[in-house]
């Protein structure tokens, strides 16, 4: 349940208002509020006789808004920083959680990234081969050919074992966001 608090014009109104009438239901009908709203601002106006909402309880944040915007800021930047390395680079006196809830408000959710397919010493013999054939052709030789499929390949890494965040307007694969509908925001 989110609350939205009354701004001082209508608080300035149901003051006004209740002043003309005396009566908490004509105010309301009059400003489109809940009865309740009205009765307990008025209530509430007379004990405090300011209009001025409590402080909120709570822990004061850790993070700044300065810092948090660095944190998305780089977060953007380097796509594959892990929560621990920005967190240790940029506010090394919070935790890794405050860390991604603070870039999650922005919009950025780190996830694993998509695996790839491991390029086998084989494969990169054959690779390397293919270039050297192929190395001094001219342009019209390469009019026929078709390229079918692109993708990246990591020798020597495990791919599992990154996190990153997606591109701007890029969906994250649905297999990585687990029933939710996710996209990067900028």
């Not at 494969?123 to 054939?133: G, H, I, P, S, V």
Request: with cysteine.
């Amino acid at each position: 349940m989110t609350h939205e608090y009354l701004s001082d014009f209508q608080k300035g109104q149901i003051i006004a208002l209740w002043k003309v009438h005396g009566i908490y239901q004509k105010v309301a009908d009059e400003l489109h509020l809940p009865y309740n709203t009205v009765r307990s601002f008025i209530q509430r106006y007379h004990t405090r006789r300011s209009i001025e909402n409590l402080p909120r309880s709570g822990a004061p944040r850790k993070l700044s808004q300065r810092t948090t915007s660095r944190l998305r800021r780089t977060s953007r930047k380097s796509r594959r920083t892990t929560l621990a390395k920005l967190r240790d680079d940029i506010a090394p006196y919070v935790s890794t959680r405050t860390v991604s809830r603070a870039l999650a408000v922005g919009g950025i959710k780190k996830h694993p990234l998509a695996p790839r397919p491991q390029l086998t010493p084989i494969d990169a013999r054959r690779r390397l081969a293919w270039a050297r054939e192929h190395a001094n052709w001219k342009d019209e030789d390469w009019q026929g050919v078709i390229w079918s499929d692109e993708c990246s390949v990591e020798k020597s890494k495990d791919p599992r074992s990154h996190w990153g965040v997606p591109k701007c307007g890029r969906e994250i694969p649905s297999r990585l966001r687990q029933g939710h509908e996710i996209r990067a925001r900028c």
